[in-house]
């Protein structure tokens, strides 16, 4: 037998186990020399940094729109006035402005106003307080606006064309309407005289002009109508009642007197750059009578011409003036001086149209609650100078908004 004596006994170890590398990694986490706990806060910290910087991003960007927004709309505002007024007071009217339509707890200043020959700039400069970006140092988030406003040496002639017939008198419609072309005169009125001249234009199935014109050499009229004449005039003898075609000796081109079919119909006015006068003839609008809108707007060509019946316009193409046409209606046609077919009296109007357009005059058109809108959509220079009005309240806001788009001030690029 084989002795394995001590030899046996040298060989016999313990079994590898997990215990001793457990009992490290537990010495590891209880480890009082903290690296543990600083790494945690290294990371903890820096995940906040990136969270804060996300959203003082968000809220630096929406502070920088909002002043830009709002530095636009001042400048624009502000250059109606620039012409005459001085940097001091610009930066007055400007800073009370600006406060009425930034946040209260915003803090901003106008920092820099000039005024040169037709244009207007200004620097806006603002800050918001950093909210967890400011544990890297940023204790405030600043922002900048530069606008610029500009207004030319040309000049503006507008024709407004307003539907004042019976159906005029619901839903509040008449009233509106005066609300909203008294805010598009205010839109409209500059500090210089002669740089905008606007005439008015109210129709039923005629238009009607002071009773003095009754001698006038493109009037014409038959003896019976002329014993009771009080200024309503119908359509011109075909085909010039479709456009401004000038007046001769000829009776088939002078403007036919009618009786009126209600004595409620407001007298145009002419060109003028008189608000006051203009403020005076919306507020006389009063609803009556039926829709003839081709009548309408070959007077309102008319009052746009340099030729009889009225001369207050400039001729057609004179260099810096632009001439415009707002037609506003709130139904179809109805009657006019020969038909109470719909159709035939559009097919004029569609002329009528055609020649306004035609004669280099753009033509905005307002379709309010009712009418033809395809007939208004195609009469309009272009998509974006056709407006459907659905409630009468809503005509204040399209109204500002059409005398926003032709006012000769814009921003500058």
């Given at each position: 037998m084989k002795?394995?004596?001590?030899?046996?006994?040298?060989?016999?170890?313990?079994?590898?186990?997990?215990?001793?590398?457990l009992r490290l990694a537990d010495r590891f986490a209880r480890d009082d020399t903290g690296q543990i706990a600083i790494i945690f806060a290294i990371a903890l910290t820096t995940m906040l940094l990136f969270t804060g910087v996300a959203i003082d991003y968000g809220r630096d960007s929406y502070a920088r729109s909002s002043l830009q927004n709002a530095t636009d709309a001042v400048v624009l505002a502000l250059g109606r006035d620039a012409s005459d007024s001085t940097i001091d007071a610009l930066k007055t009217k400007a800073t009370q402005r600006l406060a009425a339509m930034l946040p209260a707890n915003y803090s901003y200043s106008v920092t820099a106003l000039t005024k040169t020959s037709g244009t207007l700039s200004m620097t806006v400069e603002g800050s918001i307080p950093a909210t967890l970006t400011s544990v890297a140092g940023f204790k405030t988030l600043k922002q900048k606006a530069v606008s610029q406003a500009t207004w030319g040496t040309g000049k503006l002639e507008i024709a407004l064309v307003l539907d004042s017939t019976g159906s005029m008198s619901t839903y509040s419609r008449m009233v509106e309407l005066k609300k909203a072309t008294n805010a598009m005169l205010v839109e409209m009125q500059t500090s210089e005289a002669g740089l905008v001249k606007i005439g008015i234009v109210p129709f039923d199935v005629n238009v009607r002009v002071a009773n003095t014109y009754k001698t006038a050499s493109w009037f014409k009229t038959d003896?019976?109508?002329g014993l009771f004449w009080n200024g309503c005039i119908a359509d011109r003898d075909q085909s010039n009642d479709v456009s401004d075609a000038a007046v001769t000796s000829s009776a088939s081109t002078k403007y036919p007197g009618a009786l009126c079919s209600s004595d409620k119909l407001t007298t145009l006015q002419p060109l003028t750059d008189d608000f006051s006068a203009l403020h005076s003839k919306v507020n006389a609008l009063t609803p009556a009578g039926n829709t003839n809108i081709t009548v309408g707007l070959a007077w309102g060509m008319a009052i746009l011409s340099s030729q009889d019946p009225f001369t207050e316009g400039v001729a057609p193409g004179t260099k810096d003036v632009t001439k415009i046409l707002v037609l506003m209606t709130d139904g179809d046609n109805t009657e006019n001086r020969w038909t109470s077919s719909a159709s035939q009296i559009d097919a004029r109007t569609k002329l009528a149209c055609q020649s306004a357009k035609d004669a280099k005059i753009e033509v905005y058109t307002v379709r309010l609650m009712e009418g033809n809108a395809s007939l208004l959509q195609n009469c309009a220079s272009g998509l974006g100078n056709y407006y459907n009005v659905e409630n009468s309240s809503d005509l204040v806001p399209v109204f500002q908004a059409i005398g926003e788009r032709i006012s000769q001030l814009r921003l500058a690029s």
């Open positions: 002795d394995f004596g001590p030899k046996a006994a040298i060989s016999m170890r313990p079994p590898v186990t997990l215990a001793a590398p003896w019976w109508v």
